[in-house]
């Protein structure tokens, strides 16, 4: 469910493909308003992404509101289609929300026929995105983290977000970053269509210290960008990954990244974190996330 959730209001995709007219159409009102006003937001882009069962395509349909904060979209009714709404403008944050019944949210989404007026929401208030982000991200003391890990307990609330990590816990990941026992409990990327059953804790480390580096600094750490790659996996950038046998990459590769990180972090410990991670450990390694 909470892969559901985040799916539905983070993972939206627009793809510029045109919808033939059905005659079988409804018309959907959609209404944008600020969340802190409750004004119309005007010149707001609202998109409807269509899902048809047995269809592969999404296919969306975008128009913009009017003085009012409306626009306007036939659908067909079919009842094996499915539709995700969401609005966006420029100097405007989405809004999200932990409680999938809230209506104060930017998107929806609705399988079969939906209501003839949907209203959406939008903040100029940056605050409350970040708010949300630090509410679904997991924050715990990095000695706990490492032990649930080893113990392969990880906390079921730490499934399917990267937990708030810092550069000056990086050392105490490197104690375990060489540790080839296998989890199966660990956290997953949401994008990921493939679930990896089985990690290497050392790897799940290295995965955990690469998300510290493209996530320090910035500042508005969007939960799902924290993630380095679709999987807890190196691969050989020649060779690509593998879907199947990704898994069971050798352990000359695990050393290779681990001492790439260490001699990595040990060259810049006592610099700007920021400007230290803008550099890539792996880069001359021939290896990849």
Known sequence: ???FILLIFLCVIALPVALAGSPAGKKITVKV????????????????????????????????????GQCIFSVDTGMDIGYTLTARK?????????????????GKSFMSVISSLVTLYLTADSAHLMDYYYSITPHMPVDTLVAQLKNDRFSPSTMFYLP????????KLLKIAKDTSKITRFTENPYSSIKLEKCYLGVFAMWLI???R???????????????????VIIEKSRGES?????FINYEMIEIAYEAYANWYESYKNTDPVKACQINPLERTGLTW
């Open 210 to 212: 690469e998300s510290i």
């Open 243 to 247: 879907v199947f046998s990704s898994f």
């Open 90 to 106: 420029d100097g405007y944050f989405n809004c999200f929300t932990k409680d999938p019944e809230s209506p104060l949210v930017s």
């Open 1 to 3: 469910m909470n892969r």
């Open 164 to 171: 708030d990590l810092k550069w000056e816990e990086i050392p």
């Open 33 to 68: 308003l600020d969340l802190k006003t409750r004004k119309p937001v005007e010149n707001a882009t609202v998109s409807v992404d269509i899902v048809k069962a047995g269809v592969a395509d999404v296919v969306t349909r975008k128009s913009l509101t009017d003085k009012h």
């Open 214 to 232: 493209i996530s320090e600094g910035k500042s508005y750490p969007e939960p799902v960008k924290r993630f380095p790659s679709l999987n807890p």
